[in-house]
């Protein structure tokens, strides 16, 4: 080859300088510039663009590909204008299409042929599959540390609350008597299997695509073990076709994050509801709370309905890209360019939420004297006092409708069922004995509790120490 040849060719003017220009007769019409762009979103892939253009350049100079002074000045120069893209000093334009033609052509401005190189070996669909991967990654340990501090902030209100009880509910009636801090372990345990699948999802997400080239691999003799470890991929992809369009870990991300976003929403929806005059069991924060423009005495809890409105787009991102995918051909297909914006904003929405409902927890406080005083509503001890009749040998269908009777009783005279007096239980049960009213009252209810996992004092005593442990040592 002569030195002319090995030489940088100037775009043709039909290429109107796209990275394609060679084989086209006709610049891009500016309508399918502006159509199929992508840079107005896929910039913030530019950290792990860069990253994955470090990574490979410097395989490329280990495999002979390219000098080591060449990946030197590639690293350099990539340096440079991931700090004017991080300083908004870097100029974006249709005309380039996406992330990865902008840092190319930014590169090749400046380094000439060492630029044109870096290209060797890759194609943008490696390439985008790759720094989406890189992308997902932190976005999920983020998440993940976002999602730690949230059940760090119901464990601390469960330490501050451990003693307290209050009314649980089915079918938002009064059902029995708990811990608060039975309640507020119960979402620490939802949170938990968020994280568990976010790390489950990490799994698959942590795969290195890159080397796949456009869909085959490449005759060039790369060293992909050499990329994945400077990418801190645990595994690279055993299939060049796959690998390419993979896009399995966006959907399961924006799944796991849907599903989160559903936990947030139920949480969000029942503080609400306990925040209300009409329940009054909970004190929000007032700095998270928004008022009215036109009544003066309204403090409303906007923040948690936000919380609870913005899961429905995560649902929504999940629908899109599950049809996105449906009945895609093998290998990259442009479509693909479609994923972003969905995870995109499934990530942005969950760390919002995460970011109002930590500090929302932190200083929010029961309202013990309200809870205290209607505590003896709703006979919330019935089942405890069905469950000592069965412990004296009453047969379960019997107990339970013998203290169906005795509600009936204490509803008709207006009272709880420990103001019932022995004489009238004895009508309803023959042998009616004072150590049953051991089992009356919601506090004796929730002593009388002894199975694994109940709201028994000395369980949940046990689950606050083991949460204790678990998030203390957990890692992020
Ligand atoms: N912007 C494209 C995307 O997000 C990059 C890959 C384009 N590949 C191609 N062969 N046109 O999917």
């Given at each position: 080859m002569t030195d002319s040849a090995k030489s940088t060719a100037a775009p043709t003017a039909a290429s109107g300088g796209k990275a394609w220009g060679g084989v086209f007769n006709v610049p891009t019409d500016k309508r399918v510039e502006a159509f199929s762009?992508?840079?107005?979103?896929?910039?913030?892939?530019a950290d792990d663009d860069i990253d994955g253009s470090i990574a490979h350049s410097r395989m490329l100079a280990d495999c002979g590909l390219i000098t080591a002074a060449e990946a030197d000045a590639i690293r350099d120069t990539l340096e440079e204008i991931r700090q004017e893209i991080a300083s908004d000093q870097f100029t974006f334009t249709a005309a380039k299409e996406d992330i990865h033609l902008h840092i190319e052509s930014a590169l090749t401005e400046r380094l000439g042929d060492t630029g044109r190189k870096l290209h060797t070996a890759r194609s943008r669909n490696d390439q985008v599959a790759t720094d989406l991967r890189l992308y997902c990654r932190r976005a999920i340990d983020r998440i993940d540390a976002g999602l730690l501090d949230?059940?760090?902030?119901?464990?601390?209100l469960a330490t501050r609350e451990q003693d307290l009880v209050?009314?649980?509910?089915?079918?938002?009636?009064?059902?029995?008597?708990v811990l608060g801090a039975h309640q507020l372990l119960g979402w620490c345990e939802k949170f938990a299997r968020d994280r568990d699948r976010l790390a489950d999802c990490r799994r698959r997400t942590n795969i290195m695509p890159l080397g796949s080239a456009a869909l085959a691999g490449t005759s060039l003799p790369i060293d992909r073990e050499k990329t994945r470890v400077a990418l801190g991929f645990a595994t690279t992809a055993a299939n060049s076709l796959d690998a390419a369009s993979d896009r399995d870990f966006v959907c399961e991300l924006s799944f796991v994050l849907s599903l989160t976003a559903v936990h947030l929403s139920q949480w969000a929806e029942e503080w609400i509801i306990y925040s209300t005059d009409e329940f009054g069991f909970l004190n929000l924060p007032e700095a998270f709370c928004t008022g009215s423009s036109i009544?003066?005495?309204?403090?409303?809890?906007?923040?948690?309905?936000?919380?609870?409105?913005?899961?429905?787009?995560?649902?929504?991102?999940?629908?899109?890209?599950?049809?996105l995918l449906k009945g895609l051909p093998t290998a990259y297909n442009r479509d693909l360019q479609e994923d972003k914006e969905a995870v995109f904003d499934s990530i942005d929405t969950l760390e919002a939420m995460l970011g109002v409902a930590a500090p929302l927890v932190a200083g929010t406080a029961f309202a013990r004297d309200r809870i205290n005083a209607s505590i003896d509503r709703g006979h919330l001890d019935a089942t405890t006092l069905m469950e000592a009749l069965i412990s004296e040998g009453v047969p379960q269908r019997t107990a339970h409708e013998t203290v169906g009777k005795l509600v009936r009783r204490a509803l008709n005279a207006g009272c709880t069922l420990a103001d019932l007096s022995d004489d009238d239980c004895r009508s309803d049960y023959a042998g009616w004995n004072a150590s049953l009213r051991n089992a009356l009252g919601a506090s004796r209810a929730v002593e009388r509790?002894?199975?694994?996992?109940?709201?028994?004092?000395?369980?949940?005593?046990?689950?606050?120490?083991?949460?204790?442990?678990?998030l203390e040592t957990a890692e992020t």
């Open positions: 762009e992508s840079i107005s979103f896929d910039r913030r892939l949230l059940q760090r902030a119901f464990l601390d209050i009314p649980a509910y089915t079918h938002l009636r009064r059902a029995q008597p009544m003066p005495q309204k403090i409303n809890p906007d923040v948690l309905e936000l919380v609870r409105g913005k899961s429905a787009r995560t649902i929504g991102n999940v629908q899109q890209l599950l049809v509790m002894v199975s694994f996992g109940s709201t028994a004092p000395a369980q949940v005593a046990e689950q606050v120490a083991a949460w204790r442990q678990r």
